[in-house]
């Protein structure tokens, strides 16, 4: 059997974060969970390196924009694909998170599950 | 103002007027040199009249405050009417300019300007509001959604046909609501002059397509005859944001069917002319009243019998759509009746 693939989600808002957690773990993915930026950098130390990273921008710590700056600079983890996922949709946003390395944008409220799904399929 | 009227108020009083006006006002003479300015202006470019008098606006390109002026009139002091110029920091000014002619001939231009910093202040802290409370509802909106979609799928336990039936309409309105949310920004980026566009060669055939593919089952449930024609055999790409685009033709549909009476007639047309692409669509239904005609491209109008027929819709899509024709320097207009049948045109050039 494959081993499951492993997807790091940054996300503060709980009832967002229950409802893709669930998804994404009906699909077969093993799912990290941080609420902030800092939190994420910890569990990316604490555990296994994931294949994919679903960020959240606007968090409570450190936000969505100041992780991606920070680890792509990061030699063991500047490589890994982040898709971010927001409700701030404006296209200066979406531009200076594109810029800072993310490697796709999904603006929550336009997208259902599944087609979020589709997405996070399309970078493996 | 006529000269007898000047003299019967004396001349020291008309230039007591005119110093005291709230407006700024310069007037230049035929050679285009400064020869007359009011306090209120002095006051704007922080400047004395002496340093100023008799200069021509070629100089101002010299004098920081002075030269965003200078380059909206040129030198040769073009007309403008309400246009803004950023002047500095919490100084925004709309400046017109007239051209004061004698038998046909310019003998000086006239320059008002207009302080709109408080009205400017405003519109931001209002366009902030709606940009910041969007956001806030997308939150919530997109949990709903997600929700939603999770119940829909059985995913919580199988459902019956009354279950999966309200379902779908509370999504639907989900739906609506995530688009007003975001037609409430794109009426901010509008306003702000940051709605941007990404141009690209896109074949407008098959764009129209789609859209009329979205909206077949409902007009196949109002019964509505419906055509789409296209009027010549190749019709070429064209450079458009495709995204945008499709906004307006889908506001377009969705007015047409909205506003047809079933058993009626909605013809779409495509051609193209020399050096445009023209498009049209046709419905037959409540018309457009005469006497409200010269709003329907305004933000948050819905004619009178418009509101009668379906309280939906908040009226925006129309001056959405405008704004994103002119954006592509094409043109947007309608023809109508009412209770009879509305044709809107949009042109994009080639």
Redesign the interface.
């Known amino acids: 059997m494959n081993k499951k693939k492993k997807i790091l989600l940054v996300e503060d808002e709980k009832d967002l974060k229950f409802l893709l957690k669930q998804t994404l773990v009906e699909e077969g993915y093993e799912v990290d969970e941080a609420m902030d930026g800092e939190e994420a950098f910890e569990k990316l130390k604490e555990n296994e390196k994931p294949d994919l990273i679903l960020l959240d921008l606007l968090l409570p710590g450190m936000d969505g924009y100041e992780f991606l700056s920070k680890i792509k600079k990061e030699h063991d983890y500047g490589s890994i694909p982040i898709v971010v996922v927001s409700n701030l949709g404006q296209e200066r946003e979406i531009k200076k998170a594109m810029d800072l390395g993310a490697a796709g944008y999904l603006i929550k409220a336009n997208f259902t599950l599944s087609e979020i799904l589709e997405k996070i399929k399309s970078f493996e | 103002m006529k000269e007898q009227q000047i003299s019967k108020i004396g001349e020291e009083q008309f230039f007591a007027i005119f110093d005291n006006l709230v407006d700024g006002l310069m007037v230049f003479d035929g050679d285009n040199n400064l020869c007359l300015i009011n306090s209120a202006a002095l006051k704007i470019f922080e400047i004395n009249e002496k340093d100023i008098l008799n200069k021509s606006i070629e100089d101002f390109s010299d004098v920081p405050l002075l030269r965003n002026l200078f380059y909206l009139l040129g030198k040769n002091i073009k007309e403008v009417f309400r246009k803004e110029l950023d002047c500095r920091e919490n100084l925004i000014l709309e400046i017109t300019s007239s051209s004061i002619l004698q038998k046909d001939k310019r003998v000086s231009s006239l320059i008002i300007l207009h302080n709109i910093t408080r009205e400017k202040q405003i519109e931001k802290t209002k366009n902030n509001f709606v940009?910041v409370s969007a956001?806030q509802l997308?939150?919530p909106?997109?949990?709903i959604?997600?929700?939603l979609?999770?119940l829909s799928q059985s995913?919580a336990g199988k459902l019956t046909e009354e279950q999966k039936e309200l379902l779908g309409r509370v999504s639907k309105e989900n739906k609506r609501m995530?688009s007003v949310?975001?037609e409430l920004?794109n009426l901010v980026?509008i306003e702000e002059g940051?709605y941007?566009y990404k141009f690209n060669s896109f074949s407008i055939e098959k764009l129209v397509q789609s859209v009329v593919e979205y909206y077949e089952e409902l007009i196949k449930g109002k019964e509505i005859k419906f055509e789409f024609q296209v009027l010549d055999r190749k019709m070429s790409k064209v450079k458009i944001d495709a995204g945008k685009i499709e906004i307006v033709i889908r506001a377009l549909i969705d007015n047409a069917i909205r506003y047809t009476f079933p058993g009626g007639t909605i013809k779409i047309a495509l051609g193209s002319k020399k050096k445009e692409i023209e498009f049209s669509i046709m419905n037959t239904g409540i018309g457009i009243p005469k006497d409200q005609q010269q709003n329907i491209f305004k933000k948050f109008f819905r004619a009178s019998n418009a509101m009668k027929m379906d309280t939906e819709g908040n009226g925006n899509q129309l001056f959405i759509a405008r704004n994103i024709i002119e954006a592509h320097k094409g043109k947007i207009w309608f023809e109508s009746e009412e209770d009879k049948r509305t044709i809107f045109y949009f042109n994009l050039p080639l």
Do not use: D, F, I, M
């Open positions: 940009t956001h997308r939150t909106l997109s949990a959604r997600w929700s979609e999770r995913k995530v949310v975001n920004l980026k940051r941007l």
